[in-house]
T-cell receptor, first 114, second 111 residues
């Protein structure tokens, strides 16, 4: 079974609008961490935001927030006030408990339309 | 701010040739990783290391070998390259807790 599932291969959003990128995860561990990365066309991987499984509040970093719904095992990334520079691939990832491996989803390609 | 540096950035090989990708990090991180990225498949873990002198297999280790002789370096070797190993390779490192820091990637083409 896939550890991380991203069901949206591509998304479009109007500039200045908000957009939600979906991520669901599969684990039986009680302790785990969830991460989002951005990969622009230049290719580098940029860390955006982290959510721990025991964190009671949803994580926020500037225009990025993570909508964490533990019972549904979802960790959706919300980007508010989209900008043209937000056009990129976005990857969701998870590290389980004391494990060392990070599991990545297949990514969502976001295009921001002027 | 070097962070994680990968060399070379680009390489073209013929089937059967060997090569080594070098990853160097200057953040004193314990953990280092090699991933490959292929279209539609996200990032898949090849090998990783939890400290100097230790390595472990990831999800897709076949055809690759690694070594971590120094804490700051993690080498990925292809002994006999195959066209299926055409990919973009990413090295990453992290502290005990926290996110992965990635290198810029190395694009390898095997003809």
């Amino acid at each position: 079974a896939q550890k991380i599932t991203q069901t949206q291969p591509g998304m479009f959003v109007q500039e200045k609008e908000a957009v939600t990128l979906d991520c669901t995860y599969d684990t039986s561990d009680q302790s785990y961490g969830l991460f989002w990365y951005k990969q622009p066309s230049s290719g580098e991987m940029i860390f955006l935001i982290y959510q721990g499984s025991y964190d009671e509040q949803n994580a926020t970093e500037g225009r990025y927030s993570l909508n964490f719904q533990k019972a549904r095992k979802s960790a959706n990334l919300v980007i508010s006030a989209s900008q043209l520079g937000d056009s990129a691939m976005y990857f969701c990832a998870m590290r389980e408990g004391a494990g060392n491996q990070f599991y990545f989803g297949t990514g969502t390609s976001l295009t921001v339309i002027p | 701010n070097a962070g994680v540096t990968q060399t070379p950035k680009f390489r073209v090989l013929k089937t059967g040739q060997s090569m080594t990708l070098l990853c160097a990090q200057d953040m004193n991180h314990e953990y280092m990783y090699w991933y490959r990225q292929d279209p539609g498949m996200g990032l898949r873990l090849i090998h990783y290391s939890v400290g100097e002198g230790t390595t472990a297999k990831g999800e897709v280790p076949d055809g690759y070998n690694v070594s971590r002789l120094k804490k700051q370096n993690f080498l990925l070797g292809l002994e006999s390259a195959a066209p299926s190993q055409t990919s973009v390779y990413f090295c990453a490192s992290r502290k005990r807790a926290g996110e992965l820091f990635f290198g810029e990637g190395s694009r390898l083409t095997v003809l």
